[in-house]
């Protein structure tokens, strides 16, 4: 739908935090730039690098971080705002070491403790890579770090406690496929920030390796070979897929959202199944972790539990009673791995920010918009503690209303409308005078009005995904009604929900909603919760 707000794994994400300084810059052959390509790809670069609206690798995109806002540096090579004056030297003090090109301190959430692990030879691709992109004349704007944060030097106590320089070395008792898996989850793809249990900024190496932790408000899952709470119980076919795809086949239900959407779409998915492969490989060789034991769940009386009404009221018309969902359309809640992890993060960001369509899945509305902060979270824990589903309860705590802040997404009505990414879906819309179309609807409109446009966007765009272009349609919806009243008996969130759901069943089965009765919207429930 659009370049989301939300930037690979948030703070922790890859941030070269540093600035451009004086330097000859040495570009690598042909070769070496197509690997550094393939390199940066998989560290998911350009998401902390790139602006919302703004050009890839130029940099400006606003950090939040428990020390303040940082703003990323432009990666490009324009010689007054990029890295074109940086040579191999400079870049590689950065890259590996944490040091700027004037000699100071980098911040740790430049993941620099993981990048020491990266080969010469990777290194010196990826900044041949860097070095061959088209300059962008972008100057970084001012972080705003209060005091006593702003003073690098103080970094040197983090970087005594918990900083080791050291390259990676092959595990002579593994296999190549380990050893290369090994490589890329501890190395370049840093999956540690976002999934280890306890974090301190940076720090590659703190216990509870990849169990599962809050992060940027969302909660990265376990991804150890636990059972329950991690992928023990997924078969590598079944995680390989989820890597590519962000679902998966068989009896994982889900799909991904968040921080874990945008890292499949811009890196995991352009990546080798070979390396997909192996990644897998050495995640099965991790130990088992748990990050909450059954014995301290409460017992969770469902019959009549607190949530029951609320989920029959919203949620079982798509999900259904027995949260098995439309195999398909609809993903199942019964069984989600991500929906039984020890956070309830990532349930509730979904239900208070909704879905784009994605990997065939419908979209799902913002329903908590319409909804009580006590409905939201009865109705998570009895989400998470259901059809066999075992997950901690909130008792107390601001998880509900910290999600609720934090969520800023176009189907909550708390952010702009997005932007229409896809080149074919957007000109299909313009061509067509979509927008214009789309003024002045109100609910029973929505159906004749879909079933004379979508033919037209999609001849138009010949070839687009299904799911790019119910975005697209439900993107140019928001751009034209937005500011309209409609007809007053839906919120904002619920009429965009609804239109997007529309759109979505006019692609998939046009022939039934030509004799849907248009004064009845459905009900707005399609939720493909994260895996």
């Known amino acids: 739908m659009t370049r989301r707000t939300v930037r690979g794994p948030g703070w922790l994400a890859f941030a070269a935090l540093f600035a451009a300084g004086p330097a000859l810059a040495q570009a690598g052959d042909a070769d070496l730039i197509k690997r550094g390509e393939y390199l940066v790809t998989a560290g998911d670069c350009v998401a902390c690098h790139t602006a919302p609206g703004g050009k890839p690798f130029a940099g400006n995109y606003g950090l939040n971080t428990p020390i303040g ?43 620099f403790a993981w990048y020491t692990k990266v080969s010469d030879e990777d290194t010196k691709a990826i900044f041949a890579y860097l070095k061959s992109l088209q300059p962008v004349n972008e100057k970084r704007k001012e972080s705003q770090i209060p005091f006593p944060f702003n003073i690098r030097t103080a970094l040197i106590t983090w970087r005594t406690a918990f900083f ?76 390989v897929t989820y890597l590519k795809t962000g679902t998966a086949p068989g009896s994982r239900p889900g799909v991904a959202a968040g921080p874990m959407r945008q890292t499949i779409e811009e890196s995991l998915s352009k990546m080798t199944d070979a390396d997909l492969q192996a990644m897998v490989a050495y995640l099965r060789t991790v130990p088992a972790k748990q990050t909450y034991k059954e014995k301290d769940l409460q017992a ?60 065939g899945y419908a979209p799902m509305p913002a329903i908590g918009q319409d909804m009580t902060e006590q409905q939201v979270k009865d109705v998570t824990d009895y989400i998470r503690n259901s059809w066999g589903n075992k997950a901690p309860v909130m008792n107390s705590g601001s998880a509900v209303s910290e999600a609720k802040a934090a969520t800023q997404t176009m189907l909550a009505g708390t952010a702009p409308c997005a932007e229409i990414e ?44 299904d799911d790019d272009i119910v975005n697209g349609l439900t993107t140019a919806f928001c751009q034209a009604a937005r500011d309209e009243p409609g007809d007053g008996k839906l919120s904002w969130s619920a009429r965009i929900g609804s239109f997007s759901n529309l759109a979505y069943s006019q692609i998939k089965h046009p022939e039934k909603q030509a004799s849907a009765d248009p004064g009845q919207p459905p009900a707005t429930g399609a939720s493909p919760m994260k895996q």
Request: aromatic fraction near 8%.
């Open 422 to 465: 896809q080149e074919p879906v957007r000109k299909a819309i313009e061509e067509n005078g979509v927008v214009a179309e789309l003024k002045g609807l109100t609910s029973s409109d929505f159906i004749p009005k879909l079933a004379t446009i979508v033919p037209k966007v999609k001849a138009a765009a010949a070839g687009a995904k």
């Open 164 to 239: 080791t320089e050291a390259r990676f070395k092959p595990d002579p008792n593994a296999s190549e496929e380990v050893n290369r898996g090994a490589y890329l989850v501890e190395g370049l793809g840093h999956c540690g920030m976002c999934h280890n249990e306890r974090k301190i900024v940076g720090n590659s190496s703190l216990a509870g390796k990849l169990g599962g932790g809050v992060i940027d408000g969302w909660y990265a899952p376990n991804i150890t070979p636990d059972g329950h709470q991690g992928i023990g119980a997924w078969s590598d076919a079944e995680v």
């Open 69 to 111: 806002l940082i703003m990323t540096p432009n990666l490009t090579p324009d010689p007054e705002t990029g890295i074109g004056k940086w040579d191999y030297d400079t870049f590689e003090k950065a890259f590996r070491h944490g040091i700027g090109d004037e000699g100071e301190y980098l911040y740790p959430a430049f993941p």
């Open 300 to 359: 969770f009386n469902q019959p009549g539990a607190p949530g029951a009404d609320v989920y029959l009221s919203y949620c079982s018309s798509c999900h259904r009673p027995d949260g098995k969902g439309v195999e398909g359309a609809i993903p199942a809640l019964a069984g989600n791995t991500s929906v039984q992890s020890a956070g309830p993060q990532t349930v509730l960001r979904v239900i208070y920010g909704g879905l784009a369509a994605q990997s």
